[in-house]
């Protein structure tokens, strides 16, 4: 019986390896089969890779030929061109410096200066490149706390207006020179006359008479930033609040609202360079004619057409001229509208490396800024540099290696022009500034439409996006967008209240959205902003005035 037990056991056990040897060469099958679906995809892949292989082979010889043809074409188009030149040079219609321009010659100057490179050294950490630039500065004896640099390089970022504003030496400018210097790029500081009206105080004009136009030195930063697309440039136009900001800077302004591609400044027509342009051909084709006629082709510069007296008097004659003096004269006016074409063009796209800053004071001599400009651009207040802790800067810089160099970043480090995000109903920084702005904004008569909201989502995307504290963004949002416009009579009643208790009912309600512990520590504290502009009202017969 035991026996039969014992059999009935080994044969049931039996019977469980057979399912699991049966079921592990079922496996065993189904391995196989996927490996050999696997071999074969393997070797599909490698007969896809082997013709894309000999596709891009055949593409590199099919480039290479292009190249050598374009390259061909283009020694053509260049020895064309250096023929012309040269006849303009030799006749002095065009001076060196325009001849290496129209022949795209450029002299590079070797530089044995050493740089941080923001991408191999700082591995792209934008937090790196704030501490970097502060003890670069440091070095020198330009003293700014970290938040500073850390707002101001995320506003550069945004490619808007920015305004600094604060009292006279309180840094304003010197941090935009300095800040240029850190990251070898180029400061061009612009002063604003107070007798500025029009856009043409800042941009120029086409005079008729001189058929020339007149630059500026705003346009002339904006042209030789053109020139030089590698290079940082930072444009400031200094006490920016001289002249009604309004009256010459506003249509400016709108060509920056474009954020979908870089926006063109229109200067003069083009029908005026076609006209010059026609004029001086049939001037080159005049003397080309002459030349031929006395057989003097080897005639090249103006003085020996000058001396030549043939050549003289028949060219006096066509032109219509009494004495050689007139040629001279109407040669120096070809000259110059020659150069005014070339050098000032009719239209000029915005250049990707510029960034427009100003810089304002506020006093009884200066103009407030008017509520398009607020509304387009980020205000930056500045205090005294006396007031910051210099020992606690340089404590929080001691580590930083190679402090004397400057960081070396592409333009595309200083942020991309594009548009804005869109609003998100989901966004609690959305809803919390739509909110505000039923609750407060719109009844002290603070406007803030879709545009600033999305501007306040384009600086946070930014702001977070360098390694910054996101619990800062609403602090410093209502800093540059929100106190700029609280200029009104807080004594007058909305919805039966006094403008100041309500103004006083938002400062109560933002400290429970604000991290006040790490504004203080890390940037402005806006809710002291607040305080102060409540208490000078107090002190202002209940007058607000956030510039006051």
Same mark, same amino acid.
């Given at each position: 019986?035991?026996?039969?037990?014992?059999?009935?056991?080994?044969?049931?056990?039996?019977?469980?390896? /057979?399912?699991?040897?049966?079921?592990?060469?079922?496996?065993?099958?189904?391995?196989?089969?996927?490996?050999?679906?696997?071999?074969?995809?393997?070797?599909?892949?490698?007969?896809?890779?082997?013709?894309?292989?000999?596709?891009?082979?055949?593409?590199?010889?099919?480039?290479?030929?292009?190249?050598?043809?374009?390259?061909?074409?283009?020694?053509?188009?260049?020895?064309?061109?250096?023929?012309?030149?040269?006849?303009?040079?030799?006749?002095?219609?065009?001076?060196?410096?325009?001849?290496?321009?129209?022949?795209?010659?450029?002299?590079?100057?070797?530089?044995?200066?050493? *740089?941080?490179?923001?991408?191999?050294?700082?591995?792209?950490?934008?937090?790196?490149?704030?501490?970097?630039?502060?003890?670069?500065?440091?070095?020198?004896?330009?003293?700014?706390?970290?938040?500073?640099?850390?707002?101001? #390089?995320?506003?550069?970022?945004?490619?808007?207006?920015?305004?600094?504003?604060?009292?006279?030496?309180?840094? !304003?400018?010197?941090?935009?020179?300095?800040?240029?210097?850190?990251?070898?790029?180029?400061?061009?500081?612009?002063?604003?006359?107070?007798?500025?009206?029009?856009?043409?105080?800042?941009?120029? #004009?086409?005079?008729?008479?001189?058929?020339?136009?007149?630059?500026?030195?705003?346009?002339?930063?904006?042209?030789?930033?053109?020139?030089?697309?590698?290079?940082?440039? *930072?444009?400031?136009?200094?006490?920016? $609040?001289?002249?009604?900001?309004?009256?010459? *800077?506003?249509?400016?302004?709108?060509?920056?609202?474009?954020?979908?591609?870089?926006?063109?400044?229109?200067?003069?027509?083009?029908?005026?360079?076609?006209?010059?342009?026609?004029?001086?051909?049939?001037?080159?084709?005049?003397?080309?004619?002459?030349?031929? !006629?006395?057989? /003097?082709?080897?005639?090249?510069?103006?003085?020996?057409?000058?001396?030549?007296?043939?050549?003289?008097?028949?060219?006096?004659?066509?032109?219509?001229?009494?004495?050689?003096?007139?040629?001279?004269?109407? =040669?120096?006016?070809?000259?110059?509208?020659?150069?005014?074409?070339?050098?000032?063009?009719?239209?000029?796209?915005?250049?990707?490396?510029?960034?427009?800053?100003?810089?304002?004071?506020?006093?009884?001599?200066?103009?407030?800024?008017?509520?398009?400009?607020?509304?387009?651009?980020?205000?930056?207040? *500045?205090?005294?540099?006396?007031?910051?802790?210099?020992?606690?800067?340089?404590?929080?810089?001691?580590?930083?290696?190679?402090?004397?160099?400057?960081?070396?970043?592409?333009?595309?480090?200083?942020?991309?022009?594009?548009?804005?995000?869109?609003?998100?109903?989901?966004?609690?920084?959305?809803?919390?500034?739509?909110?505000?702005?039923?609750?407060?904004?719109?009844?002290?008569?603070?406007?803030?439409?879709?545009?600033?909201?999305?501007?306040?989502?384009?600086? !946070?995307?930014?702001?977070?996006?360098?390694?910054?504290?996101?619990?800062?963004?609403?602090?410093?949002?209502?800093?540059?967008?929100?106190?700029?416009?609280?200029?009104?009579?807080?004594? !007058?009643?909305? $919805?039966?209240?006094?403008?100041?208790?309500?103004?006083?009912?938002?400062?109560?309600?933002?400290?429970? =959205?604000?991290?006040?512990?790490?504004?203080?520590? /890390?940037?402005?504290?806006?809710?002291?902003?607040?305080?102060?502009?409540?208490?000078?009202?107090?002190?202002?017969?209940?007058?607000? $005035?956030?510039?006051?």
């Amino acid at each position: 019986m035991n026996f039969l037990k014992l059999k009935d056991k080994v044969n049931i056990r039996i019977n469980k390896l /057979k399912k699991k040897e049966d079921n592990k060469i079922k496996q065993i099958k189904k391995l196989e089969l996927k490996r050999k679906d696997i071999i074969l995809d393997i070797n599909l892949k490698k007969n896809n890779i082997e013709e894309l292989i000999y596709k891009i082979e055949n593409l590199k010889e099919v480039l290479k030929k292009e190249e050598q043809l374009m390259g061909k074409k283009l020694e053509k188009l260049r020895s064309f061109i250096k023929d012309k030149a040269d006849t303009l040079l030799g006749l002095e219609f065009i001076d060196q410096e325009e001849y290496n321009n129209l022949l795209m010659i450029q002299e590079y100057k070797e530089s044995d200066e050493k *740089f941080i490179d923001f991408h191999i050294d700082l591995l792209e950490d934008k937090q790196s490149l704030i501490s970097h630039i502060q003890a670069y500065l440091f070095e020198k004896d330009i003293i700014y706390p970290r938040y500073i640099i850390e707002d101001f #390089y995320a506003l550069i970022q945004t490619n808007d207006l920015i305004v600094l504003a604060g009292e006279s030496g309180s840094g !304003k400018t010197n941090l935009i020179k300095s800040f240029a210097d850190a990251i070898g790029g180029k400061s061009v500081i612009i002063p604003v006359k107070p007798n500025w009206t029009s856009s043409e105080d800042l941009l120029g #004009y086409y005079n008729p008479l001189e058929k020339k136009y007149l630059a500026t030195p705003f346009l002339e930063a904006l042209l030789e930033a053109k020139d030089n697309p590698e290079v940082p440039y *930072f444009i400031c136009l200094d006490e920016m $609040n001289l002249a009604r900001v309004e009256y010459y *800077f506003a249509d400016f302004l709108s060509l920056l609202e474009e954020r979908g591609e870089l926006p063109e400044i229109k200067l003069y027509s083009e029908d005026e360079s076609a006209h010059i342009l026609s004029e001086f051909k049939n001037v080159m084709k005049t003397i080309e004619v002459v030349k031929e !006629k006395y057989k /003097k082709k080897n005639i090249v510069s103006f003085i020996e057409l000058l001396q030549d007296e043939e050549i003289n008097r028949e060219l006096t004659r066509i032109f219509g001229f009494s004495d050689k003096d007139s040629l001279i004269k109407y =040669h120096t006016d070809l000259r110059r509208m020659l150069s005014g074409i070339l050098n000032t063009p009719s239209s000029i796209t915005f250049p990707k490396n510029v960034r427009i800053i100003g810089a304002i004071n506020i006093d009884e001599t200066t103009h407030y800024l008017s509520p398009k400009i607020l509304d387009r651009a980020h205000i930056m207040k *500045f205090d005294s540099p006396l007031l910051q802790d210099w020992t606690k800067i340089a404590e929080k810089i001691e580590d930083v290696k190679n402090k004397e160099l400057r960081v070396k970043l592409i333009i595309e480090d200083l942020g991309e022009r594009e548009a804005y995000p869109r609003y998100d109903r989901e966004d609690e920084f959305c809803n919390i500034i739509t909110e505000f702005t039923k609750e407060y904004f719109s009844p002290l008569g603070i406007e803030v439409g879709l545009r600033t909201i999305r501007q306040g989502l384009n600086y !946070k995307k930014i702001f977070e996006g360098q390694g910054s504290n996101g619990d800062l963004v609403l602090n410093n949002f209502i800093l540059h967008k929100i106190l700029p416009k609280m200029t009104f009579d807080g004594n !007058k009643k909305v $919805n039966n209240e006094n403008k100041n208790d309500l103004l006083q009912k938002f400062t109560k309600n933002l400290i429970e =959205h604000i991290n006040r512990t790490l504004a203080k520590e /890390k940037s402005i504290d806006v809710i002291d902003e607040l305080e102060q502009i409540i208490k000078l009202s107090d002190s202002n017969d209940g007058i607000v $005035n956030y510039w006051a």
